[in-house]
């Protein structure tokens, strides 16, 4: 019997869960540890931060679901990984495996700027529901104001960078809502050096598309950009451009987490794991990576920015991950290796842009960039869809 750990019970960690399980059946034992015990639908955060979103509708407690399809689910936190020995020790014991997946996500790098975050400093983050709630009161108070600057964006060195977008686009939507929009200045500041760039080079007419958007909506842009300094009132970029704030929400660059910062011969010295095509770690035959978790190299640009891995992006990763793991197994031949795309939502409250893009970077068999209504009913769509996928464990399903 393989014993199979996965770490990380997020996009990554529940399909790469429930698709062993589903592969590999009662023969063989599948373990998750998360360090939280509860899954959290990250995408629809910008809706909680407008207040549109009731954040007990995207949070689902991980026992029930897990335990139901017969995988063990321990709410521990993994401290350190040994792939010579094959164990991973955990705040409570010490777990030998036979395959191991990664799907630990990152950590956010807030110190990379002084001031940056919403624990020490003066900017608001949609990371996590609690960030999320946190920036919901903020903007709450500077919207009901008569006037006021607000501010989205990447800090140099993101890859996260598509709900500063989606931030910036609904912020204006819920103050045309509020008739106050001429009395608010948005701006958007990121390390992109276009727009719609979004860490991969844009994909088709992301650029033109998003360049359209932000100047039907008057928000203005500053690219290639890095934050030198934040204080309660501002945001003051290297090239010493000054921006008044009395709300903003900037993105932190990402590293890998501490469970794989302190694992020798593991994590790139970012702490993200090289992997093969089929998310195999380069060294460690045993050991998979998905999603956050996994290292791709960045797109050149003048000021860092990072690959992002979207959710979708990730439960694409666990599949092929999963497929890889049963057919080492049980020796069977599996499928041919997809390409990789992404598909994107990028909400603005009122309408919204639908971007796919297959392979995920260029050169591409397609790109697609389309606007409208149907876009955001499909977004708010699919939160349900996937929340159910979840709760019964169809993680197959498209
Ligand atoms: C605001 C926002 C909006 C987004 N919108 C979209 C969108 O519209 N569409 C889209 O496709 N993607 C979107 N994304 C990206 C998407 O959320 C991520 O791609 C996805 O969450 C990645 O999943 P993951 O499993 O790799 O990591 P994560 O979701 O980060 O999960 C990591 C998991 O690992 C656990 N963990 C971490 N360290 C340990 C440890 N040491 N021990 C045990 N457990 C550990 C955590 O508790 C968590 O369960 C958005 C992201 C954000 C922040």
Not at 15 to 27: D, I, M, V, W
Not at 55 to 67: A, G, S
Request: with cysteine; aromatic share 8%.
């Amino acid at each position: 019997m393989a014993k199979i750990v996965i770490i990380g019970g997020s996009f990554g960690g529940l399909t790469s869960a429930f698709e062993l399980k589903r592969l590999l059946g009662g023969k063989h034992e599948v373990t998750l540890l998360s360090e939280e015990p509860r899954f959290v639908f990250i995408p629809s955060l910008p809706w909680v931060a407008l207040g549109w979103k009731d954040p007990k509708k995207i949070v689902m407690d991980l026992r029930e679901p897990l335990q139901s399809k017969g995988i063990q689910f321990r709410h521990e936190s993994a401290q350190q990984i040994d792939p010579n020995g094959m164990t991973v020790t955990t705040s409570k014991d010490m777990l030998p495996y036979d395959y191991l997946i990664i799907a630990t996500g990152s950590a956010y790098l807030f110190n990379a700027i002084p001031n940056l975050g919403p624990d020490q400093g003066h900017t608001h983050s949609l990371l996590t529901l609690d960030h999320a709630l946190k920036a919901k009161e903020a903007l709450a108070r500077t919207l009901a104001a008569d006037s006021g600057n607000i501010v989205l964006g990447n800090a140099q060195g993101a890859s996260c960078l598509g709900p500063a977008y989606e931030m910036a686009m609904m912020v204006d939507t819920a103050l045309r809502r509020k008739k106050k929009r001429s009395k608010f200045n948005i701006s958007f500041v990121t390390n992109e050096p276009f727009l719609g760039h979004f860490g991969v080079g844009g994909m088709g007419r992301t650029r033109r598309a998003m360049e359209d958007e932000f100047y039907d909506r008057d928000i203005s842009f500053h690219l290639n950009a890095e934050i030198a300094g934040i204080t309660p009132k501002e945001i003051e970029l290297k090239n010493g451009t000054k921006i008044g704030q009395d709300f903003a929400m900037i993105m932190p660059p990402f590293r890998g987490v501490d469970a794989v910062m302190n694992s020798q011969g593991i994590g790139n010295p970012k702490g993200f794991v090289p992997v093969d095509e089929h998310y195999k770690h380069k060294i460690y035959p045993n050991i998979y990576s998905v999603g956050v978790a996994m290292a791709i190299p960045p797109c050149n640009t003048p000021v860092p920015v990072g690959v992002p891995k979207t959710g979708d992006m990730t439960v694409q990763m666990a599949r092929i991950a999963a497929r890889s793991i049963a057919s080492d197994i049980t020796g069977q031949k599996s499928d041919p290796l997809p390409d990789i795309h992404v598909l994107c939502v990028a909400d603005a409250g009122d309408t919204a842009m639908f971007m796919y893009g297959s392979p995920f970077q260029a050169p591409r068999n397609r790109a697609l960039v389309k606007k409208g209504r149907w876009a955001h009913w499909a977004k708010v769509a699919f939160e349900h869809y996937f929340m159910y996928k979840i709760r019964r464990g169809m993680t197959y399903l498209p």
